[in-house]
Nanobody, 115 residues
C-alpha cells in the first residue's frame, strides 16, 4: 500500500508564495506521473501541474509563469512552488501519483489566498 503525505498549505496574502510537497512511501515499483490538482468550493477538481518521470511538465493556463512543479525521484517526492498567488488560487490541493499498479491521491492541503 502506498501512502502520500502532503505538506505546505496555509494562509497567504495575495502576491505571496507557498511551497507544497508530497512524499510517496510504501510499495512503489515505478512512478511515471506525479501531479497536483485543486478543487475550489462548488467547482470541479482540476489539474494544476504534472510532471513525468523524465521531467516533462504541463501546467494549467491559469498558473503558467507563476507555479513550478518539480520532483525528487530517489525520494519519490513532488513539489509545487507557487508564486504570485491570487485569491482565485484558493482551493484544496491534492497530490496525485500514478505508476505501475499505482493510482493514489493525497488527503489534500488547504491553500487560502486572502488579505
Amino acid at each position: 500500500q502506498v501512502q502520500l503525505v502532503e505538506s505546505g498549505g496555509g494562509l497567504v496574502q495575495p502576491g505571496g508564495s507557498l511551497r507544497l510537497s508530497c512524499a510517496a512511501s510504501g510499495r512503489i515499483s515505478g512512478i511515471f506521473f506525479m501531479g497536483w490538482y485543486r478543487q475550489a468550493p462548488e467547482k470541479q477538481r482540476e489539474l494544476v501541474a504534472g510532471i513525468t518521470g523524465g521531467g516533462m511538465t504541463n501546467y494549467a493556463d491559469s498558473v503558467k509563469g507563476r507555479f513550478t512543479i518539480s520532483r525528487d525521484n530517489p525520494k519519490n517526492t513532488v513539489y509545487l512552488q507557487m508564486n504570485s498567488l491570487k485569491p482565485e488560487d484558493t482551493a484544496v490541493y491534492y497530490c496525485h501519483v500514478r505508476g505501475i499498479g499505482l493510482d493514489s491521491w493525497g488527503q489534500g492541503t488547504q491553500v487560502t489566498v486572502s488579505s
